[in-house]
């Protein structure tokens, strides 16, 4: 089964049926078709936006209508032959038409008629009779016939927006993914069974069949690094998955295999460009233990000066000759590069040097002459320029003879001097970098939007918004939520614009309404929620650090205690001191006594006087 994958919110890509050519939908809603094996871009096709719109899914299909006859008429039996091919791709439209374009003639070739989707076509996938189903933004499924070129039917799948669908032949069922993954009965259009487990929307799904015809489901989301692997069975809401998938970053392109042994192959790229492989035993299929991938694959590029990263925009395990190869493509949205690969697992991660596609396309437009009259490459030519003889002028020239030279008063320099300013009063003043911040969101430049958002001045950054237009806030949310899942310095800076973001523009946000601001602020609640969940557990590990901790300083304060003593203390009063004092003492016991003696004869002659000038006084009172 052939499903198409998300790269981003608009962008879809898929391999064909073979694995020799790879659609892609860029930015603008072009189409651009690959040769595998020659790495060539053959076809590239810009939709009439006025009539139809820019394309927005994608998925291959094959017509057994001789169509290609029909509508060029009389031909020649050459061109009739190279024209019946029945390969097509059914391109959705942002004004949702499904639409066939024919590979043979580079067009589109017809249009399906009947009343399409309100909204634009989220996602396509075609069954084993003829069908194709379209998922839409007005939360509708509906059926196509390829044969009758119109529609069968339609149901609804609301109240939740379809982003993925997927068909499983065996049991007949539609799965759709949203903000959860509903299975429906394409015969009844009842509602079968339900898996919840995603906090975000979901953007991609894939089919496998393991055991005995026992139909499983991986799927993806926007905003997490996991990928989760669900049985379906009977009837049932909010089963849980069988197991879950680990990655470094959000996934871009997923693709799942079982190979010979029965095992389960799982690759996937993610948003950095990195490819992870997983090989899942159906025994080891638990839901309580997170799988890491067995195999990471990076591709750098072979500069002498600079070992840069080239990132991998595709991967695929079902159109390669081997049963363990894949095929993987690397590059960017212009240029691309394919390669077949046997992963090795006895190494853990893997570092593949290639030279960048783009380089190689630009040497090969130089070289070869004939590509360049052709159109198939692009050829620079650099003039021959001897710098010794170049005269570099400005935009505003001059002449010598205007120029005059101002001479500046002593008063004026003293003034621009500025001694007596109070001390502080130059400090800098917080600026706005709205310009920055605009020219950033609209060219998409992750370098100059972490200058402008890594800061931490409340100032600036209410400047910054306050003056903000209101068309980039949905893009600003957008980035800040990338941020959010980054490392930790980055979702402080994300958390500091967020608040003073819901501050500033609070009324432009609640005139969105609430489908809108959940749409647009769903991704920030499930992060933030993520991170409180494993709040208690960090609570834990941090109170259980404390006794740690605690324990080991009463440990060592203990053995500080019982070490040697720091300081003595010696008390003049005790024993030792005693016996040295009495020692001295009975050695002058005598002098002691003598002084004794001596002082009592002394007293007494006092005593004495005192008592004879006491009798002289009574003789002199008793005279008067």
């Not at 379906?232 to 470094?248: D, F, H, Y």
């Not at 799982?266 to 195999?295: D, N, Q």
């Not at 170049?390 to 008063?409: D, F």
């Not at 950033?440 to 800061?455: I, P, R, Y």
């Amino acid at each position: 089964m052939l499903n198409t994958m998300a790269l981003g919110q608009q962008h879809v890509l898929s391999f064909s049926p073979d694995g020799k050519w790879f659609a892609l939908i860029n930015d603008q809603g072009i189409l651009r078709l690959w040769d595998t094996e020659t790495n060539e871009l053959k076809q590239e096709y810009t939709p009439n936006l006025q009539l139809s719109g820019p394309c927005t899914a994608l998925t291959w299909v094959i017509s057994t209508a001789p169509a290609a006859e029909s509508i060029e008429g009389k031909k020649s039996k050459k061109n009739r032959r190279s024209l019946t091919n029945t390969l097509y791709l059914a391109l959705g439209t942002s004004n949702g038409r499904v639409s066939l374009y024919s590979f043979a003639l580079g067009k589109i070739e017809r249009t399906l008629k009947g009343d399409g989707h309100n909204g634009k076509v989220t996602c396509l996938v075609q069954d084993g009779e003829g069908n194709i189903y379209s998922s839409g933004e007005d939360c509708q499924i509906l059926v196509w016939s390829l044969t009758e070129e119109k529609k069968l039917s339609s149901w609804s799948v609301g109240p939740e927006k379809p982003y993925s669908i997927v068909y499983l032949p065996i049991s007949n069922n539609l799965i759709v993914g949203g903000r959860q993954i509903k299975v429906y009965s394409v015969a009844t259009h009842e509602l079968v069974q339900t898996f919840t487990g995603h906090t975000a929307d979901i953007n991609m799904l894939n089919s496998l069949v393991l055991g005995d015809r026992v139909e499983y489901v991986t799927s993806t989301s926007r905003m997490e690094r996991i990928i989760c692997l669900w049985k379906v069975g009977k009837k049932g809401r909010n089963k849980s998955a069988a197991c879950t998938l680990l990655m470094e970053d959000v996934a871009h392109c997923v693709t799942c295999q079982v190979d010979n042994q029965g095992n389960v192959r799982v690759a996937s790229v993610t948003r950095s460009g990195v490819i992870h492989v997983y090989l899942i035993g159906i025994e080891s299929l638990k839901p309580e233990k997170p799988i890491k991938p067995k195999i990471t694959i990076e591709v750098v590029s072979d500069s002498e000066t600079v070992i840069a990263p080239i990132p991998a925009i595709a991967v695929s395990l079902n159109y390669s000759s081997q049963s363990n190869e894949l095929i993987f493509g690397y590059g960017n949205q212009s240029f691309l590069c394919f390669e077949r690969l046997t992963p090795n697992f006895v190494e853990r991660h893997q570092v593949l040097i290639r030279t960048d596609p783009k380089s190689l396309y630009l040497a090969s437009g130089k070289g070869n002459k004939k590509d360049v009259k052709t159109g198939s490459t692009q050829k620079t030519i650099t003039p021959i320029v001897n710098e010794a003889d170049v005269e570099y002028k400005s935009s505003t020239t001059v002449s010598k003879k205007k120029l005059k030279p101002v001479e500046m008063p002593m008063e004026s320099r003293l003034q621009n001097l500025n001694l007596n300013a109070p001390p502080g009063s130059g400090a800098p003043q917080a600026q706005s970098k709205v310009q920055l911040l605009v020219q950033a969101l609209h060219s998409k430049d992750n370098v100059l939007l972490c200058s402008v958002l890594h800061t931490h001045d409340i100032k600036t950054i209410q400047l910054t918004l306050h003056k903000l237009p209101v068309q980039y806030v949905g893009p600003l949310v957008n980035e800040l939520t990338q941020f959010m899942q980054q490392k930790r310095m980055n979702v402080e800076y994300a958390v500091d614009w967020l608040k003073v973001l819901v501050q500033t523009h609070s009324s432009q946000l609640m005139a969105l309404g609430s489908e809108d601001l959940l749409s647009k602020f769903g991704p920030c609640i499930g992060l933030i929620e993520h991170r409180v969940n494993c709040l208690n557990e960090l609570t834990k590990i941090h109170g259980r650090l404390e006794l740690l901790i605690n324990q080991i300083k009463r440990n060592t304060e203990e053995d500080h205690l019982n070490s040697a003593n720091v300081l003595v203390y010696e008390d003049n009063d005790s024993s030792d001191s005693d016996l040295e004092e009495e020692g001295e003492k009975s050695g002058s016991n005598d002098e002691w006594d003598e002084d004794i003696e001596d002082t009592e004869i002394m007293d007494q002659d006092q005593d004495g006087e005192n008592n004879e000038g006491s009798g002289n006084e009574d003789d002199e009172e008793m005279e008067v």
